[in-house]
């Protein structure tokens, strides 16, 4: 999937590099300490730098929907958000059939709207669903058009206040008139988390969640949770794959409908199908997951 010069495959690399980039980018390891690391991993030839420029995410390779789908419709909206950032912007994008649909938030990993993004919210729209992705930067001036400005913004971002414009934005898209009444919220990495924190905050205001490999709430907090909750991480996300028994636990303490999958192979990021943490195996398969767990508590 994707064009021939796409970017490095996980099978090409190290698994050492794999996690060096997953440090990197979370702001765990700042760039000359990845160049330095790097530098252990014979690959043929390449310079630690040339190393980071090939990994970096690839828009190209992200479109599985176009945006000039004839089954969808798209539009920017403007969302009032108080408590927040005082708005968020976001990409609406609906079936194009008029009727009446669920609706599902997606929510974005700290790269912020990017192609890959829209993408996961066009993919959600052509399985029947009005899905809205919100631009957790727009108080910065949005989703500056590559990867690794939208990363620098997202680090100087206030994210307890990032989390209460995507509060704001799941209230909207909910009350939509072309609404069918449900709500589910879908996110990546950061977004995960804040599915997991939407979860906590809104109880029985969301009908179901699918989160990946998000931060788990605490488990005081899991008593909150109304919805029914997907789960899912890719088994080399290893503190996160070593908190999921406890959460899982916990919400089934608390009678939370939910379900956990760990992907056999497959690191953070895996479904981000512009980088080489993606895996096709698990993206596909826990992106059939997902969609069968909306039409179950959604439709």
Known sequence: MGPADTPLKKADLPQ???DLLIDHVHGRIDRRAF?????????GGLTAAALLEMLKPDPAWAEQVSASDPRITSETVTIPSPQGDGSIKGLLVSPAKPGKYPVVL?????RGLSPYIQDVARRVAVEGFIALAGDGLTYLGGYPGNSEDAGKMFYTADRQKMVLDFLAAARWLKARPNGAGKLGAVGFCFGGSVVNKLAVLMGDELDAAAPYYGDAPKDEDVAKIKAAMLIQHG????????????FD???TRAHVPHQGFVYAGANHGFHNDTTPLYDEAAAKLSWIRTIAWFN????
């Open 106 to 110: 997606v929510i974005h990993d700290y």
């Open 16 to 18: 050492g590099v794999l």
């Open 296 to 299: 179950r508590y959604l439709s």
């Open 249 to 251: 636990a916990a919400l």
């Open 35 to 43: 160049l330095e690391r790097a530098q252990t991993y014979a690959l």
């Open 235 to 246: 088994q080399f996300d290893t503190a996160l794959v070593a908190g999921w028994p406890a």
